[in-house]
């Protein structure tokens, strides 16, 4: 008899059940699809994580009261900082903690960012605010198109594309202000004390500013990407893109790089009207890598590699 009753229960859930999916014909349908099709959000989206960093990890040392390198200038840039990219020591400075519109130099903390958040290889749609751009850029970005987050990554670090930049801002943060924001909650992360952003592109001077020794500490975390370290160093790349002939070639616009001076591996240049010429160079050379940021200099061709040499000669001597 309770073997009886049990198969009768059995039953009756079984009617039950057909009879709401034919009281609604969807039912089945949405339950199906939520199980044997999960959001792709959920199951195909890298995760987005923000760096865990404890501490600054990448600040430099204390400037000791004598500095190592002495160079004269007859034509001094602004501010400017020599330092070892390894250790965080200083070599040499000058104004180094002096706030100074610093123009694509802003790039750095944007590869930064999509360095550690955005998957390469996902895709990024053009839409109107992308090409509305002023100054460089990639320049054949076009409208609805869908362009990998690596082919923008080139765009953005190779030819300082202010088009790839507001790209890859919107496709990180939903917007550019979005993307703004989240480069000034990083100038926080890394113990920077003296930038601020208002663009991801270095485009706009006003309240766009940062000095040298913040600027090596954001070096020394650039390098620290390999994603970002691989494409500095770069000269050129080709890579297939929907243009005539079904590839794109970027040249690199660092002059430094670009006539292989040697042991140079990276890092921005950056040019406005009132930032000047501004340079964040790298050089691995006997066992060592320095790195010279200069804002607002004169002649970067001939102080950019005088610093370098200078530095590398201490270095060499092994002085403390």
Same mark, same amino acid.
């Given at each position: 008899m309770k073997a009886w009753l049990a198969v009768g229960a059995v039953l009756a859930v079984a009617i039950g059940a057909v009879a709401a999916l034919l009281a609604d014909p969807h039912l089945w349908e949405r339950n199906h699809v939520a199980h044997a099709h999960p959001p792709r959000a959920i199951v195909f989206a890298p995760p987005r994580r923000e760096p865990r960093w404890a501490r600054p990890p990448f600040a430099l040392r204390e400037a000791p009261r004598h500095l190592p390198v002495h160079v004269a200038f007859t034509r001094p840039p602004k501010a400017g900082i020599l330092f070892d990219v390894d250790t965080g020591r200083v070599l040499w400075q000058r104004h180094a903690g002096r706030r100074l519109p610093i123009a694509s130099l802003t790039k750095m903390m944007t590869a930064l960012i999509v360095a550690h958040r955005d998957d390469p290889s996902a895709r990024v749609q053009i839409d109107r605010h992308v090409l509305a751009y002023e100054g460089s850029a990639m320049g054949v970005l076009k409208r609805a198109e869908r362009v990998s987050v690596r082919d923008l990554f080139y765009g953005l670090l190779l030819v300082s594309g202010n088009d790839a930049a507001i790209a890859l801002a919107e496709h990180d943060a939903g917007s550019v202000p979005a993307f703004v924001a989240r480069m000034n909650r990083w100038v926080h992360r890394l113990g920077l004390r003296c930038s601020h952003f208002s663009t991801p592109s270095g485009i706009l001077d006003?309240?766009? /500013?940062?000095?040298?020794?913040?600027?090596?500490?954001?070096?020394?975390?650039?390098?620290?990407?390999?994603?970002?370290?691989?494409?500095? =160093?770069? =000269?050129?790349?080709?890579?297939?893109?929907?243009?005539?002939?079904?590839?794109?070639?970027? /040249?690199?616009?660092?002059?430094?790089? /670009?006539? =292989?001076?040697?042991?140079?591996?990276?890092?921005?240049?950056? /040019?406005?009207?009132?930032?000047?010429?501004?340079?964040?160079?790298?050089?691995?050379?006997?066992?060592?890598?320095l790195g010279v940021v200069l804002l607002n200099t004169p002649n970067p061709l001939d102080q950019v590699p005088a610093l370098l040499h200078q530095g590398a000669r201490i270095e060499a001597r092994g002085s403390p």
């Open positions: 006003r309240d766009n /500013y940062s000095c040298p020794r913040d600027l090596a500490a954001l070096a020394r975390a650039d390098l620290a990407a390999a994603r970002i370290a691989r494409v500095v =160093r770069s =000269r050129e790349v080709r890579f297939p893109f929907p243009v005539k002939g079904g590839y794109l070639d970027l /040249y690199n616009n660092n002059p430094f790089i /670009y006539k =292989r001076m040697p042991g140079v591996n990276g890092l921005k240049t950056g /040019y406005t009207e009132a930032a000047g010429r501004c340079y964040v160079t790298t050089q691995r050379s006997g066992g060592h890598e």
